[in-house]
């Protein structure tokens, strides 16, 4: 089981600078078609000032802050029993390549499920600008499971 | 591609995404791509150690497909919230296809806002994926 002392275990703030190179790579990794994510000029054209950071991107800002999955080796989580149970993002305005963001992340909550069965690590990362101003909340359900514990 | 109020009813259903078939390929990019480098999704040697017959697909890909179905809909800037629940894991070969319908239309801090539920399902039927946007119209 893990510990719950680790409720609140603060995964640390990071600042980070968003770079075009990187989110042309996340563009082609997902198929991406719109130009807006791809190319500068019809990024400008669509009133962007420089490439949209996409919806689903900061939880890719989110692995980079914390050494991978590190936090879970932290609690003894085996990586191979993790599965990505939920996830939400609440946006407060679109983040673009060339901006130095910030993340902090910390652990919200853990419970236990079917008697141990399945773990759940809620994981919350607040993203601001270079102003302190919020740009996007991430709420992340981590699940854990033990087939070893009879439910 | 706007969208305005005028053309968004409770029911409007989103026009979908039909995505290729998931390859290794497509998993490898992606985790280089996300920055997701968790072994199951790209080493056969690490998914089998695990119990699995073969790598699957990461989460964070259906949801990045997802997202695309809701930004080929409204410019990016009117996403207010997304949240999706995974349901299924994705194997390896599967055919996605994101969709999306509207299920109410509200005011919210003086914005007409639209609440959509979203899909991923694949070829054989399997849910993988279930989540809801909400977007600001006009």
């Given at each position: 089981m893990i510990d719950k002392k680790h409720i609140g275990m603060d995964l640390g703030t990071m600042t980070l600078d968003v770079e075009r190179g990187r989110l042309r790579f996340f563009a082609k990794s997902i198929g991406q078609?719109?130009?807006?994510?791809?190319?500068l000029e019809a990024a400008r054209a669509a009133?962007?000032?420089?490439?949209p950071v996409p919806p689903t991107f900061f939880f890719s800002l989110e692995l980079e802050t914390r050494d991978g999955f590190g936090y879970l080796e932290t609690m003894g989580?085996?990586?191979?029993?993790?599965?990505?149970?939920e996830q939400r993002f609440t946006y407060h305005r679109v983040a673009h390549a060339g901006e130095r963001l910030t993340l902090h992340t910390t652990i919200a909550d853990i419970t236990a499920k079917k008697g141990g069965a399945m773990e759940l690590i809620t994981r919350a990362t607040r993203v601001t600008d270079e102003n302190g101003e919020l740009v996007a909340e991430s709420r992340g359900l981590m699940v854990v499971r033990n087939p070893e514990v009879a439910a | 591609m706007s969208t305005s109020l005028r053309d968004v009813a409770v029911g409007t259903e989103l026009p979908p995404l039909a995505l290729e078939k998931i390859s290794r390929t497509t998993l490898a990019l992606f985790a280089g791509g996300s920055g997701d480098?968790?072994?199951?999704?790209?080493d056969i040697d690490n998914a089998r150690s695990a119990g699995y017959d073969d790598v699957f697909a990461q989460g964070m890909l259906s949801m990045a497909y997802l997202g695309r179905l809701l930004t080929d809909w409204v410019p990016?800037?009117?996403?207010r919230e997304y949240g999706v629940r995974f349901t299924a894991i994705t194997p390896l070969y599967g055919e996605p296809t994101c969709t999306g319908t509207v299920v109410s239309l509200d005011t919210v801090d003086g914005e007409q806002r639209a609440t959509v539920e979203l899909v991923v399902t694949l070829?054989?039927?399997?849910?993988t994926l279930r989540g809801d946007a909400v977007v600001a119209l006009d």
């Open positions: 078609t719109d130009p807006v994510y791809t190319d009133g962007h000032p420089d490439l989580v085996d990586l191979r029993r993790l599965l990505h149970g | 480098h968790n072994p199951i999704h790209i990016q800037e009117r996403i070829a054989d039927g399997t849910v």
